[in-house]
């Protein structure tokens, strides 16, 4: 701990009102110090992560942390506030604030000290007598470790000495016992805390409790043995926990990572009260942690949230066999023509030295990655609802879409059909001794059996058919309607820059490719064309007004040209950050604009991605690129004239005569 706090990181005076105010306060020490690089992309780093969840705790406590390559060391400031900062903690404003700043690539000796800090965090002694302290320099000591803080867990040794002549006590009850899982979506800091608050409760009820942490700090798993003799399980998480099924058969408490911090006590009495009435779980089916810390059980709203979740988590896993499959057959047409994707098979001729046979050999490997996208996006949503035993009947479903023509749409479909029936059977208790067989045979094979009948019989067919209407519907369009379908296409593809919706109109293009058509075609050049803008706007912004933006974002606006012209949206991540009412407006204008001009010019692309890298296979190259122009240039228009507003109007002249001044707001 000695290297991570010294006293130049220690200010027991925080001037701060917000926490966007206390996060560059302290950031700025570790900037001074020589501990992280970059400080507006490391604020833009812990603004991202304080989106995720608020960081304030019961108690008085914030602690926004994030692991960011702009952070050299790992590095801890503390910060005292005598009026408070709200960092969203249901009981009311923080006054002791530690920013925690982790390297992308931080070592485990590191994270595990930060992870001992979290804990102590949950001791009231400890964080009174930082109350207390006067001292710079004692207060960095006193979190390094260096003044010992009372455990009040430890028994006095007079109090429990045993009076001579006395009879021996009764031999103790045996005690409740539960095992825990604690993990929170950086591993840093809640993962532990909610680890030390659910001890501390423990030892207060006389449960025996163990404590298995995912964090980043290492993942040490529960002995069988003592899994196997609990009588609960609680799990405080706000992401999934791994392999869940070592707890099956269990009374499960499952519930968010704060509910852990903020109400242990709580989740223990209802792990007492779901032994007692002989509750048992069956752990891996699709239930999961609540954002207000409620055990499982969700409203609309909350499903809402897991089933985007639920949708990412294929689209994400497809991605990689989209960009490796889409620019190999973009490659092969490049170097053969459109007509290499007709070359008899490589297997069976195949010449060395013909430029041809290479173009066939890159089209096919190609072509072969892109049969996966389907299987891939629906055995991944099917994994994302209901774990590794899912994955056949997803994919199984995701082949037969692309058997009965239903694209897309039907991987979908298939996907979450899979995840729901397999849910479904793990619901079903069954005898102890066919447990283990149930996740690598019976799951498979009656999910496989009842998702293959439902898409052959029942479902497969329709949405085929509404997969056709919407091929047929692309291929028509014409005139307002493709320039309106292209407008809201460049809308998604800004709003998030990379985000669910960003992927939801990326996975709706390029699900069009598996099966081209000339209006797909012309929607996959609409969304890269809008994906390329957001970043190459603020690149320009950054050329042409440079005094708007601060020093870093002025050097991120250069390596904004290569990442928007290589079609890679979050380039501009950084800028909506750190100004997203202004940044976001302006770029969701520009990709609008972009995205209907080039529905209107009737641009094609049969890549997925490359950006500018893949013009030579843009029908109408000139004016695609004059879409995407003119949409940069309408979003860096309006990105420089919001922030020029910033500037306040003048103050009214004092009444002493004296010269009005205007402020930079």
């Given at each position: 701990m000695s290297e991570l706090i010294t006293a130049a990181l220690v200010d027991l005076d925080l001037p701060a009102e917000t926490k966007n105010d206390a996060a560059r306060s302290l950031a700025e020490r570790m900037v001074a110090a020589g501990r992280v690089t970059d400080l507006d992309g490391f604020l833009a780093d812990v603004a991202a992560r304080e989106a995720q969840m608020p960081t304030g705790l019961d108690g008085g406590i914030g602690i926004p942390h994030?692991?960011?390559?702009?952070?050299?060391?790992?590095?801890?400031?503390?910060?005292?506030?005598?009026?408070?900062?709200?960092?969203?903690?249901?009981?009311?404003?923080?006054?002791?604030?530690?920013?925690?700043?982790?390297?992308?690539?931080?070592?485990?000796?590191?994270?595990?000290?930060?992870?001992?800090?979290?804990?102590?965090?949950?001791?009231?002694?400890?964080?009174?007598?930082?109350?207390?302290?006067?001292?710079?320099?004692?207060?960095?000591?006193?979190?390094?470790?260096?003044?010992?803080?009372?455990?009040?867990?430890?028994?006095?040794?007079?109090?429990?000495?045993?009076?001579?002549?006395?009879?021996?006590?009764?031999?103790?009850?045996?005690?409740?016992?539960?095992?825990?899982?604690?993990?929170?979506?950086?591993?840093?800091?809640?993962?532990?805390?909610?680890?030390?608050?659910?001890?501390?409760?423990?030892?207060?009820?006389?449960?025996?409790?163990?404590?298995?942490?995912?964090?980043?700090?290492?993942?040490?798993?529960?002995?069988?043995?003592?899994?196997?003799?609990?009588?609960?399980?609680?799990?405080?998480?706000?992401?999934?926990?791994?392999?869940?099924?070592?707890?099956?058969?269990?009374?499960?408490?499952?519930?968010?990572?704060?509910?852990?911090?903020?109400?242990?006590?709580?989740?223990?009495?209802?792990?007492?009260?779901?032994?007692?009435?002989?509750?048992?779980?069956?752990?891996?089916?699709?239930?999961?942690?609540?954002?207000?810390?409620?055990?499982?059980?969700?409203?609309?709203?909350?499903?809402?949230?897991?089933?985007?979740?639920?949708?990412?988590?294929?689209?994400?896993?497809?991605?990689?066999?989209?960009?490796?499959?889409?620019?190999?057959?973009?490659?092969?047409?490049?170097?053969?023509?459109?007509?290499?994707?007709?070359?008899?098979?490589?297997?069976?001729?195949?010449?060395?030295?013909?430029?041809?046979?290479w173009a066939a050999l890159l089209n096919q490997i190609g072509t072969a990655a892109f049969a996966f996208l389907v299987p891939v996006l629906a055995g991944y949503i099917a994994y994302g609802m209901a774990d590794r035993p899912a994955l056949?009947?997803?994919?199984?479903?995701?082949?037969?879409?692309?058997?009965?023509?239903?694209?897309?749409?039907?991987?979908?479909?298939?996907?979450?059909?899979?995840?729901?029936?397999?849910?479904?059977?793990?619901?079903?208790?069954?005898?102890?001794?066919?447990?283990?067989?149930?996740?690598?045979?019976?799951?498979p094979l009656v999910a496989s059996t009842v998702v293959g009948f439902l898409m052959f019989i029942v479902v497969g067919k329709p949405i085929a058919s509404l997969q056709r209407a919407l091929t047929e519907g692309l291929n028509g369009l014409s005139g307002s309607n493709a320039i309106i379908l292209g407008v809201v296409l460049g809308l998604m593809m800004c709003f998030d820059m990379g985000g669910p919706l960003n992927k939801v109109a990326y996975a709706f293009a390029v699900g069009g490719l598996a099966d081209p058509t000339p209006g797909s075609l012309k929607v996959m050049a609409a969304v890269?064309?809008?994906?390329?803008?957001?970043?190459?706007?603020?690149?320009?912004?950054?050329?042409?007004?440079?005094?708007?933006?601060?020093?870093?974002?002025r050097e991120n606006g250069r390596a904004a040209w290569v990442l928007g012209a290589s079609f890679i949206s979050e380039g501009a991540i950084p800028f909506a950050a750190a100004d997203p009412l202004r940044v976001i407006p302006s770029a969701m204008v520009g990709g609008a604009v972009t995205g209907g001009l080039s529905m209107a010019f009737g641009c094609t692309l049969r890549a997925p991605h490359g950006g500018i890298f893949v013009v030579p296979l843009i029908g109408s190259p000139f004016l695609y690129l004059l879409a995407i122009a003119v949409g940069t240039a309408v979003a860096t228009t309006l990105v420089v004239l919001l922030k020029g507003m910033r500037r306040t109007a003048p103050t009214p002249a004092p009444a002493t005569g004296e010269p009005q001044i205007s402020v930079a707001a």
């Open positions: 994030c692991r960011s390559e702009h952070v050299s060391v790992p590095t801890l400031a503390f910060g005292r506030s005598e009026r408070g900062i709200d960092f969203g903690a249901a009981d009311g404003p923080a006054d002791l604030i530690f920013l925690i700043a982790a390297p992308a690539g931080a070592d485990d000796d590191h994270l595990t000290i930060l992870s001992s800090l979290a804990r102590r965090l949950m001791d009231p002694e400890f964080t009174g007598a930082l109350r207390a302290e006067r001292d710079a320099g004692a207060a960095a000591a006193l979190i390094r470790g260096e003044e010992a803080v009372a455990d009040e867990s430890a028994p006095d040794a007079a109090a429990t000495e045993e009076p001579a002549g006395t009879a021996p006590a009764a031999p103790a009850a045996e005690p409740f016992r539960i095992v825990a899982v604690t993990s929170c979506p950086t591993g840093i800091a809640h993962t532990y805390m909610a680890a030390q608050s659910l001890e501390a409760a423990a030892r207060a009820e006389g449960v025996e409790l163990t404590v298995e942490t995912q964090g980043s700090a290492g993942f040490e798993r529960l002995d069988p043995a003592v899994i196997a003799a609990a009588d609960a399980v609680i799990w405080s998480h706000d992401v999934e926990v791994r392999e869940k099924a070592r707890f099956d058969g269990k009374p499960l408490v499952d519930t968010g990572v704060k509910a852990g911090i903020n109400r242990p006590a709580e989740l223990i009495a209802e792990a007492r009260q779901k032994a007692a009435r002989g509750e048992i779980s069956t752990v891996s089916d699709g239930t999961g942690p609540q954002d207000d810390g409620t055990p499982s059980g969700g409203d609309h709203a909350h499903f809402g949230i897991r089933l985007r979740t639920y949708l990412m988590s294929g689209v994400s896993y497809m991605v990689p066999f989209v960009a490796a499959g889409g620019l190999l057959i973009a490659l092969s047409f490049a170097i053969g023509g459109y007509e290499i994707a007709n070359a008899k098979s490589v297997a069976d001729h195949f010449v060395w030295g013909e430029t041809a046979s056949v009947p997803g994919f199984v479903g995701g082949a037969i879409a692309l058997t009965i023509n239903a694209g897309f749409l039907g991987g979908l479909a298939a996907g979450l059909l899979a995840g729901a029936v397999v849910m479904a059977i793990q619901r079903v208790k069954v005898h102890p001794t066919l447990r283990g067989i149930m996740p690598v045979l019976v799951i890269m064309a809008a994906g390329m803008v957001p970043p190459l706007a603020m690149a320009l912004a950054t050329t042409v007004r440079g005094s708007l933006f601060s020093r870093t974002e």
